[in-house]
């Protein structure tokens, strides 16, 4: 049956769904059914990708991942002419086949616009929100030279320009003006020696006939609606749709073995991280939630969030646990990550498991003190993408919000943040360090150290990485994505309690109760203590809060707050540190804090963990 024919299938039809995410080194591939009237995950495989030589070809890696998957399901999903069986017949085929990709570095692009502040940040924030890297961002202010801006976009040979500027009806002279520094640059793609770099032109649309007079037939000009059609308004989805298309029509059609998986797919190829943005809006909007996303790697860190509806992304490109580990170190200073290791541990040592973790950046840590070093690097790593993403998701980002004129040329931004950790319901980690932590009360301990959440959160983890799978099957099947997200992909880690207010010593922070199917609790915190409480993967607990003045769990200073708190594979855990999190100046009672906060939540249990410093 050929693709076009698939992709009408009646959704109740299909029962057997076969995805693959083509990464940058790995292909994995997994396989959902419907059991029972449900959707479920059952099988995963994967296999090195085959984008580079001596294959150079990466459905070479995608039959390789897809032939394991149906060996471990007793399912034969390749023919003898090594393509995909559809549809479905008995323990054959799937009914459908769909993909993400990163292979090849993902969708490298380089935006262009007038004024940093505005266009530019506005082209940059549709780029990302389509899933790609952003090289380097042009712009009037940037403080180059011409010959700089010229030299530097034949340098980058990015997959394609967004290009914008100016409001709708506005002055047209500086967007013609970056559209003729653009053009003699030439700029030349990664893929395909006969292939046009594409540019997407989303600025003034006064300005269209002019911008296309700039550019000859070597490039492949493709105009959307304005970006920022007024000076208080951005309207980024004609953008990220366009760049999703010339993405697949034109990058990956040029890309090694490309034309034939795309030939296979029966829904859109998406770039990695878009399909993962794509299925946390899914959530936000169907649960009516906040969320937020984290994914730490090897060389980057990149942080997703939706808030009261509106979706972000950043890519922190420095920020990694394996390539960009001295980048960490260096941009939180070594004293900040040694606030999070409560063992007696040699500087030097350190900076040489620094170079270590360089040279060799798929080893995992071999003894107790490297795993508390790694975990330590990781919170700072995630502490600072998460201060990138708050400065980047400010408020003008849906053509419902609206900040002055002045706020837009305001040097501090944080304040007008749209991400506010008190709304926040639902955090969402994934990548090796927190994924593969040995106890999963390391993974929320990293992430409600880094990440600081207000309020009732509740913490989650990626189970085997499948987020990218779940994103492009949203838009094919959202009712398989949800079920496969809520059941398989998910792993709840359990509830995080907190107020917002400063860390005052010794002071009585609230008072709690706790009731529930197993629990029945009663008690007080004081400033900087954590209390773990054991809630069951399926239970829920009634928590009463009060707190003292000056603290906030999001009805008001002092104010009682009632919270039903789910359980999950760590539990409860009630946290009196303070917001922003302080830890104390004087080194001996900070040691004798975090180990405390080391030993109820129970992150080391193998050992006796009393520091010796």
Not at 121 to 150: F, W, Y
Not at 182 to 205: D, S, V
Not at 439 to 444: E, I, K, P, R, S
Request: charged share 20%.
């Amino acid at each position: 049956m050929n693709s076009t024919a698939e992709k009408k299938l009646d959704p109740d039809q299909i029962n057997v769904i076969l995805a693959t995410d083509c990464g940058s080194t790995t292909t994995k591939a997994i396989l959902i059914e419907k059991k029972n009237g449900e959707y479920r995950q059952t099988f995963r495989g994967e296999a090195p990708t085959t984008v580079e030589e001596p294959a150079a070809d990466v459905t070479v890696g995608v039959v390789n991942a897809v032939t394991e998957v149906g060996e471990l399901a007793g399912r034969k999903l390749i023919d003898e002419n090594g393509e995909i069986i559809r549809p479905a017949q008995g323990d054959t085929g799937c009914d459908i086949y769909i993909s993400t990709s990163s292979a090849g570095g993902g969708l490298q692009m380089m935006v262009a616009g007038v004024v940093r502040e505005m266009s530019a940040a506005s082209a940059k924030r549709a780029a990302l929100g389509a899933g790609a890297i952003v090289m380097d961002t042009i712009c009037s202010n940037d403080k180059r030279l011409p010959h700089e801006q010229i030299q530097r976009i034949r340098e980058l040979r990015p997959d394609m320009i967004l290009l914008a500027g100016g409001t709708d009806g506005g002055t047209q002279k500086h967007v013609v003006e970056l559209a003729e520094l653009i053009a003699p640059a030439k700029p030349q793609p990664r893929f395909g020696g006969t292939y046009k770099m594409p540019i997407i032109y989303a600025g003034n649309q006064e300005a269209k006939e002019l911008v296309e007079e700039a550019f000859d037939e070597d490039v492949k000009l493709t105009t959307v609606a304005n970006v920022r059609p007024v000076l208080e308004q951005e309207n980024l989805a004609p953008a990220r749709d366009a760049i999703h298309d010339l993405f697949l029509e034109h990058v990956m059609a040029h890309a090694p073995g490309y034309n034939k998986l795309i030939s296979w797919a029966d829904a859109p190829i998406m770039p990695t991280p878009g399909a993962v943005g794509n299925i946390l809006q899914t959530i936000a909007e169907r649960q009516g939630i906040n969320a937020l996303g984290v994914d730490i790697g090897g060389a980057t860190t990149d942080v997703f969030s939706v808030f009261d509806g509106t979706f972000n992304r950043t890519v922190s490109a420095n920020l990694g646990m394996s390539y960009s580990i001295s980048n960490v170190c260096a941009s939180a200073t070594l004293p900040m990550i040694l606030r999070w290791v409560h063992l007696e541990m040699d500087p030097r040592e350190l900076q040489n498991r620094i170079k270590n973790k360089m040279i060799r950046p798929t080893t995992i840590p071999q003894t107790k003190e490297g795993l508390v070093f790694e975990q330590a690097v990781a919170r700072e790593a995630l502490r600072l993408a998460y201060i990138q993403h708050k400065e980047f998701a400010t408020t003008l980002k849906g053509v419902q919000q609206q900040r002055t004129v002045g706020d837009t040329f305001s040097q501090n931004t944080s304040g007008q943040s749209i991400v506010d950790n008190m709304k926040l319901n639902l955090l969402v980690g994934s990548g090796g360090v927190l994924s593969h932590a040995p106890n999963m009360n390391q993974t929320a301990a990293m992430m409600v150290d880094a990440f600081e959440p207000e309020g009732m959160t509740v913490l989650a983890k990626d189970s085997i990485f499948m987020m990218p799978h779940l994103g492009v099957l949203a838009q094919v099947h959202s009712r398989a994505a949800l079920q496969v997200f809520e059941r398989d992909c998910l792993i709840y880690l359990g509830t995080c309690i907190a107020p917002r207010g400063f860390y005052r010593s010794g002071r009585t922070c609230f008072q709690y109760q706790i009731s529930g199917n197993s629990l029945n609790e009663t008690g007080e915190m004081v400033c900087g203590e954590m209390k773990l409480f054991p809630l069951g993967y399926d239970e829920s607990a009634t928590v009463i809060v009060e707190p003292r003045r000056g603290y906030d769990f999001g009805a008001g200073s002092g104010k009682r707050m009632e919270f039903e708190a789910r359980g999950g594979t760590v539990g409860l855990i009630l946290d009196a540190r303070g917001r922003p999190l302080m830890v104390p100046a004087d080194e001996q009672n900070h040691l004798a804090e975090l180990t405390s906060w080391v030993e109820e939540m129970k992150l080391y249990p193998d050992t006796h963990l009393m520091a010796q410093r």
